[in-house]
């Protein structure tokens, strides 16, 4: 009996809550008679065939008559001219929003692949942990110190590249093909001057391509790849000669605490202060700036 009484109330109440919801949908489906059907009611009455556009909330003339299915055109009228304007397509918008997404996912790697930015991210991180820090200093501030140092050895090809490409097609002088191809002519220059030809020569026997005869022939599929092996080689022979000094410290100081029997205690706990306090006294991160600057090419 409790069972079939809650039953009786929730269907009341089911009811009660439909019931408003049902009214309202019949009165917005009520559409009251526009502007036209009323001006063409009172021309039919008067015997004049002149007809009203209906006129909008914003005081702008629309075309009540569309073909069914299609988006009504605005009609906006100033004196006996009027304007026309065109409601732009949705699946052309989605395609070129995926693109520019992609594009803005792509080039910043791009960017940092055609730079010093590995070499320099590398160097920083082989420091780090010759060192015996394992988070000291972070990976934001050594990315970050990374990033300046690139934009300080890019300057001059950057500068190359907005005088040649991005000003003249900002003042559409030339269009954007042409603005790619002028900004690959300094971009191309910086990476050949730090590009080994033995990489280059090698992408090119792997295809079984014809080696360019010119510099200005070298193409981006084989340049850039060839210089991010030279960047690596490089970044791993600075990390090398940095790292020895560093290994140096911790085999004599292995040594010691083995000669003294202090076998229990780890070497890393006295050769981190000892690589510590050298590395300030001799002014390693200048020393290290300097020559990641020199072997850049700044000097």
């Known amino acids: 009996m409790k069972r079939l009484t809650a039953l009786a109330v929730a269907t009341v109440a089911l009811f009660v809550l439909c019931a408003p919801s049902s009214a309202h949908a019949a009165t917005i489906d009520t ?4 502007a ?3 001006a063409s ?4 009455s008067s015997g004049t065939t002149d007809t009203v556009p209906a006129v909008g909330a914003g005081g702008d003339v629309v075309d009540p008559i569309a073909p069914p299915g299609s988006i009504a055109t605005p009609k906006v009228t100033s004196g006996n001219d009027s304007i026309v304007i065109n409601t732009p397509q949705g699946t052309s918008n989605a395609l070129l929003l995926v693109l520019l997404v992609t594009l803005a996912g792509i080039v910043p790697g791009l960017l940092m692949l055609t730079t010093t930015f590995p070499r320099f991210l590398i160097v920083l ?3 780090r942990q010759g060192l ?7 990976n934001q501030v050594l990315a970050g110190l990374a990033a300046f140092l690139t934009l300080f050895v890019m300057g001059p090809t950057l500068s190359k590249v907005n005088e040649l490409a991005i000003q003249p097609a900002l003042h559409g002088k030339i269009t954007q093909g042409e603005a790619v191809k002028e900004a690959w ?3 191309r220059e910086f990476m050949l001057v730090r590009t080994r030809t033995s990489d280059l020569s090698m992408l090119y026997d792997l295809t079984h391509t014809k080696r360019p005869t010119n510099h200005d022939k070298v193409s981006p599929r084989f340049l850039i790849p060839a210089f991010i092996l030279s ?3 490089a970044a791993f022979i600075i990390g090398f ?6 290994l140096l410290i911790d085999l004599i100081v292995s040594t010691v605490l083995a000669s003294l029997g202090m076998l229990m205690m780890p070497p890393v706990v006295v050769s981190l202060p000892v690589k510590i306090a050298l590395f300030v006294l001799v002014d390693g991160w200048s020393l290290l700036i300097g020559s990641l600057l020199r072997s850049a090419g700044v000097a």
């Open 132 to 138: 015996g820090l394992n988070s000291t200093p972070p």
């Open 36 to 38: 036209s059907t009323t």
């Open 125 to 127: 991180g082989l420091t």
């Open 31 to 34: 559409v009251p008679p526009t």
């Open 185 to 187: 002519v300094p971009m």
């Open 241 to 246: 000669l940095i790292w020895v000094p560093f």
């Open 41 to 44: 009611g009172s021309a039919g």
């Open 231 to 233: 960047e690596l080689r």
